[in-house]
T-cell receptor, first 112, second 110 residues
Framework: NAGVTQTPKFQVLKTGQSMTLQCAQDMNHNSMYWYRQDPGMGLRLIYYSASEGTTDKGEVPNGYNVSRLNKREFSLRLESAAPSQTSVYFC???????????FGSGTRLTVV | ELKVEQNPLFLSMQEGKNYTIYCNYSTTSDRLYWYRQDPGKSLESLFVLLSNGAVKQEGRLMASLDTKARLSTLHITAAVHDLSATYFCAVDQGAQKLVFGQGTRLTINP
């Protein structure tokens, strides 16, 4: 039972390059989320998807786009990476029961 | 806008001692979560608190929720080195969107 799988685990980008972070869950959860984690700031919500076919902005959506490809997959795209996007990115999923999130292992992204 | 604040942000303590981490939040919610994160790792769920007065315990950790005071506490009893980690509280702002506190980095020294 894999849970939430994120790829890649590490990535270095040059300013202006684009990339897509992939996330897949095998728990049949309806909701999926992308957070970024920066030192001293906890985790901040970038985008979320309450169900297949829907996406909504979170607290810090600028510079990002998302796609809920199907119920299992939720990708995060950086169209033109900036050094301010250097962070650790976590994908998470949940169902409607109040058990909180299941997190992926994270992607450590550095933009130089 | 929901804000979640933890204190302290850094805590260094000796093995065997007791201490409490506080989590305050700014707007009404009846769902609060505690997570643990080890360095370089993902977040692991510790407790789910769903109602006023809820108390959960697992080993040396005990969490409680006071929705009227908008306060949750994570109490550590007789700390051991293995509990060294960063602890986050998170509050549900609706539709299962969680707002996280800044995290408390706990270091337990022999």
């Amino acid at each position: 039972n894999a849970g939430v799988t994120q790829t890649p685990k590490f990535q270095v980008l040059k300013t202006g390059q684009s990339m897509t972070l992939q996330c897949a869950q095998d728990m049949n959860h309806n909701s999926m989320y992308w957070y970024r984690q920066d030192p001293g700031m906890g985790l901040r919500l970038i985008y979320y998807s309450a169900s297949e076919g829907t996406t909504d902005k979170g607290e810090v959506p600028n510079g990002y786009n998302v796609s809920r490809l199907n119920k299992r997959e939720f990708s995060l795209r950086l169209e033109s990476a900036a050094p301010s996007q250097t962070s650790v990115y976590f994908c998470a999923s949940s169902d409607y029961r109040p058990y909180g999130y299941t997190f992926g292992s994270g992607t450590r992204l550095t933009v130089v | 806008e929901l804000k979640v604040e933890q204190n302290p942000l850094f805590l260094s303590m000796q093995e065997g001692k007791n201490y409490t981490i506080y989590c305050n939040y700014s707007t009404t919610s009846d769902r609060l979560y505690w997570y643990r994160q080890d360095p370089g790792k993902s977040l692991e769920s510790l407790f789910v608190l769903l109602s006023n007065g809820a108390v959960k315990q697992e080993g040396r950790l005990m969490a409680s929720l006071d929705t009227k005071a908008r306060l949750s506490t994570l109490h550590i009893t007789a700390a051991v080195h293995d509990l060294s980690a960063t602890y986050f509280c998170a509050v549900d702002q609706g539709a299962q969107k969680l707002v996280f506190g800044q995290g408390t980095r706990l270091t337990i020294n022999p």
